[in-house]
């Protein structure tokens, strides 16, 4: 081979390590930096902004629920254990 042919392909391997480099620095950057922070109190307020029913309104035209009724003499549900089947 030429010396030409050899120096190109020293550079094109050295092209190709540093897309690999620069690759695993983008990923490692995503992951680090790749969660938006969302501020939420702002974004509660301009939720209520949007909404065209007024707290007052809305909570005059929702009933409040009542507890479930039992039936008298049955018993009490059982709370859930864990790890028993």
């Known amino acids: 081979m030429s ?3 050899v120096t190109l392909l020293r550079l094109g391997y050295l092209a190709l390590l ?3 480099v620069l690759s695993a620095i983008s990923v490692l950057r995503r992951d ?6 969302v501020d939420r109190r702002r974004a509660n307020k ?3 902004a949007r909404t065209a029913t007024p707290p007052a309104a809305a909570a005059a035209t929702q ?3 009542a507890p479930p009724a ?3 003499g049955a018993p009490a ?3 859930a254990r ?4």
Do not use: C, F, K
């Open 3 to 5: 010396e030409v042919t």
């Open 18 to 20: 540093w897309v690999l």
């Open 32 to 37: 680090l930096y790749g969660t938006r922070i």
């Open 46 to 48: 301009q939720v209520q």
């Open 63 to 65: 009933a409040p629920e």
């Open 70 to 72: 039992r039936t008298p």
């Open 77 to 79: 549900a059982a709370p």
């Open 82 to 85: 864990a790890g028993w089947s």
